[in-house]
């Protein structure tokens, strides 16, 4: 007779509790790791179309008016900023009205990673010869880029996140997200930004930015960045961070 656990009596009925102390151990050896051989970089994490319907950011005020002018018009036919470029929200058209300090970035952080590149490869396109250079990153575990967002390295360069790889443990029994499981994101593939790429307008310059980076290791433990960062939004967002809502509990009987 079929009951609400199903056919369970032929399946080992025996779930496993999940290790937590597990993660935490296994994040804290890979953040080691990248305290041990890494190198600081500026993170530039923006804001998404998930950040504008849940209504935590707006629409950027420079490049995506709604005044009914000609750049509102542009906006409302291709569902973009009337500039690329825009200094302000760096052309993601989204802004938020509370920052009190770069309103077009959900954050920008100083971290610890580790960066592997490869040699450049030059390709004939149609603009004429370009010259590609891509990176694998890894960084700790407090932070999660998306596709599209930038990292600003020590010597200058401005690269492009590409996919994110998140590496999970599964020690037991459970809904795993990024809270429960994750121990720590890579990022098989950054690109090379050009200079002329709107990564080069977010602050910090690029020869104060190298200044704040390129730092001595002594006296050999982490430096506190945080005059130099600013967080507007979470830095671990969407839906699989989210906490899951509690589901009805089986002491109370559903009303009916
Ligand atoms: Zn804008």
Redesign the pocket.
């Known amino acids: 007779m079929a009951n609400s656990l199903g056919n369970v009596n032929i399946q080992p009925y025996f779930l496993k509790t999940p290790d937590r102390y597990m993660i935490d151990q296994e994040r804290l050896h890979h953040n080691e790791a990248v305290y041990a051989y890494g190198e600081y970089s500026f993170f530039f994490l923006f804001w998404g179309i998930d950040d504008f319907r849940a209504g935590i950011v707006d629409r950027?005020?420079?490049?995506?008016d709604s005044d009914g002018g000609i750049e509102s018009s542009i906006a409302d036919v291709y569902g973009q900023?009337a500039?690329a470029l825009?200094?302000?929200?760096?052309?993601?058209?989204y802004?938020d009205t509370t920052a009190t300090a770069l309103p077009?970035l959900k954050a920008r952080i100083v971290r610890p990673c580790m960066w592997q590149t490869t040699d450049e490869t030059h390709k004939k396109v149609a603009q004429g010869n370009m010259t590609e250079v891509s990176s694998q990153v890894q960084s700790i575990s407090d932070f999660r880029m998306r596709s599209g967002d930038f990292v600003f390295r020590a010597d200058k360069t401005r690269w492009r996140v590409q996919p994110r790889k998140t590496d999970i443990v599964i020690s037991g029994f459970q809904a795993a997200d990024d809270i429960n499981a994750m121990i720590g994101y890579s990022y098989p593939e950054v690109r090379l930004e050009d200079p002329t790429s709107v990564a080069y307008q977010i602050p910090p310059d690029t020869d104060t930015g190298q200044q704040i980076l390129n730092i001595s290791t002594v006296p050999n433990y982490p430096i506190d960045f945080s005059a130099y960062e600013i967080i507007n939004g979470p830095l671990i967002g969407g839906a699989f961070a989210n906490t899951p809502t509690i589901g009805p509990s089986f002491e109370e009987p559903p009303s009916s």
């Open positions: 950027c005020p420079y490049c995506y900023g500039e825009c200094p302000y929200c760096y052309g993601t058209t802004w077009g």
